[in-house]
């Protein structure tokens, strides 16, 4: 495989695994809350689809949309491939060029940071169910469950990128 492969493949990889770890992050939290599994997603793809901007309509028991909920996931997976594919390639950047692997470095961090803070931005409406340490937790996760992939592919990557 080349380079170039492996640093895609590996992009598309995390981002999969950062896909998921939400997904099961909210699946775990709405089965908690006693709302049903779908609720978030359900939530966030009526407010992203239909212009939600009241959620207490769905305090009250609210049918899933299905196809709200397709179309949700499908959005939140192609983002999250496209951020796995920006974090690759900015690691394969450091790797190339380690002189600035620390900048590449900040970079990751000060996107994790700045996709919290977006995604906080545009779900303000819905702080009553969806709280930001939800946010801060789920997006967590994504990215712990992502690093231990890469670093398990990439031995030494960690010690390379944040000295």
Do not use: K
């Not at 598309?12 to 709405?30: P, R």
């Not at 299905?66 to 939140?76: A, E, K, R, S």
């Amino acid at each position: 495989m080349t380079v170039r492969n492996q640093w895609v493949r590996d992009g598309l990889v995390v981002g999969l695994i950062a896909y998921a770890a939400v997904a099961v992050f909210y699946s775990g939290f709405d089965l908690l809350a006693s709302r049903g599994t779908l609720f978030t997603v359900n939530l966030l793809g009526q407010g992203l689809f239909h212009g939600l901007r009241d959620p207490s309509v769905l305090l009250f028991p609210v049918p899933v949309d299905l196809q709200v909920v397709f179309w949700y996931n499908t959005v939140h997976l192609v983002l999250s491939l496209a951020i796995g594919l920006l974090v690759l390639w900015l690691v394969e950047l450091a790797e190339q060029n380690p002189a600035r692997a620390g900048l590449m470095a900040g970079f990751i961090i000060t996107g994790f940071a700045i996709t919290v803070a977006v995604i906080g931005r545009l779900t303000e409406p819905m702080r009553a169910l969806l709280p930001w340490w939800s946010i801060v937790v789920a997006n967590g996760a994504a990215t712990a469950c992502a690093a231990f992939y890469l670093l398990r592919r990439r031995p030494g990557l960690g010690r390379r990128m944040f000295g």
